[in-house]
C-alpha cells in the first residue's frame, strides 16, 4: 500500500474511537487559550528527548478551575536528567516548580485569550544546575483564532525575570528571558488532530558575580494527537512530535522527540 494510504487508515483508526466534538487541548511546547470548564480538571505528562545531549526533561502539570472558566490555577513539576561531563555521571533531579494563574480574558467562537501570571518556586538544586536558587516571576501570553471548522492557530509571547539568580558557585546576576510561539492545527477529524508548532526561546544564565550570558533555541515541532472517551467525564489525549532545530539549534544538529499524555476528567 502506498505510504500515505497507510497514513490515512491509520489515522482513521484512531479517530474512530473518538466521538464528535472537536477536541481542545494544548499543543507540546505552547498553551492554547482555552481554561478548563468548571469541575473539569486536567493532568498533563510531556517527556522530550535531545539528541546529541541525551538530556531529557519530564513535566507533569495539573490545570485546576476556580469556580468556572475565568480563574484557573496550575502547577507544573519539571523532572531533568543532565549528561555529565567526561568522567562524572549524569544527574537527575526536580527543578524550579511553576505556579501559575490564567485569567481567561476573552473567549468566542473564533477569538480565545488567555494571560497567565507565574511565580517560579526555587524547589531546584542550583548547585547543581537545577534550578536559579531564588524566585522568578513568569509572565505569557496565549491566543487562539479559530479560522474555520478545521484550522486553528495559536501564538504565544512572553517574558520570565528572575532578580538575583545564583549559578553552581553562587554568584549572582539578575537574569532575563522570554519566548516566541506559533502552531497551527488541522482536524484531520473532530478528535485527530496534526500539528506544527514554531517555538523560540532566548535565556540568560549567570556565568560569574553580575555577569550573564544569552542562549537561544529553535524548534519546528510537527505531530500528531487524538482523543479518546474513557467513560462519559473522562477524555485521554496521547500525542508525539519530533523536536527538529532550526537556525542556531539546527547547526548544533539538535534533535528529538516529544512524547504527550493528557487525562481530563471532570471530579465535582
Excluded at 70 to 86: D, I, L, N, R, Y
Excluded at 169 to 188: E, K, L, P, Q, R
Excluded at 233 to 244: F, K, Q, R
Amino acid at each position: 500500500m502506498h505510504k500515505f494510504g497507510i497514513l490515512n487508515v491509520l489515522v482513521l483508526m484512531m479517530a474512530s474511537f473518538a466521538q464528535a466534538e472537536v477536541v481542545k487541548d494544548n499543543s507540546f511546547l505552547m498553551e492554547e487559550a482555552y481554561n478548563q470548564e468548571p469541575g473539569v480538571v486536567q493532568f498533563i505528562q510531556t517527556y522530550q528527548y535531545l539528541n546529541p545531549s541525551h538530556d531529557w526533561t519530564y513535566n507533569f502539570t495539573s490545570e485546576i478551575p476556580i469556580t468556572d472558566e475565568t480563574h484557573q490555577f496550575s502547577f507544573v513539576v519539571p523532572v531533568m536528567k543532565q549528561t555529565g561531563e567526561a568522567g562524572e555521571s549524569d544527574q537527575t533531579q526536580v527543578g524550579d516548580i511553576l505556579l501559575n494563574y490564567r485569567y481567561q480574558l476573552l473567549n468566542t467562537p473564533t477569538l480565545a485569550m488567555a494571560p497567565r501570571f507565574t511565580l517560579i518556586a526555587p524547589t531546584g538544586d542550583y548547585k547543581k544546575g537545577f534550578g536559579t536558587g531564588v524566585a522568578g516571576l513568569q509572565f505569557n501570553q496565549a491566543v487562539s483564532i479559530t479560522i474555520n471548522d478545521r484550522w486553528t492557530n495559536h501564538w504565544n509571547a512572553g517574558f520570565t525575570f528572575t532578580p538575583d539568580a545564583k549559578d553552581v558557585n553562587g554568584d549572582t546576576a539578575t537574569t532575563f528571558g522570554f519566548n516566541f510561539g506559533s502552531s497551527v492545527v488541522y482536524n484531520y477529524t473532530p478528535k485527530t488532530n496534526l500539528l506544527c508548532e514554531f517555538v523560540f526561546n532566548s535565556n540568560e544564565s549567570v556565568i560569574g558575580p553580575d555577569m550573564k550570558a544569552a542562549a537561544s533555541t529553535y524548534y519546528v515541532v510537527p505531530g500528531i494527537r487524538t482523543a479518546f472517551e474513557a467513560g462519559e467525564e473522562t477524555e485521554i489525549v496521547p500525542g508525539i512530535g519530533a523536536l527538529l532545530g532550526i537556525g542556531p539549534s539546527a547547526e548544533e544538529h539538535e534533535t528529538g522527540v516529544i512524547l504527550y499524555l493528557s487525562i481530563e476528567s471532570k471530579l465535582w
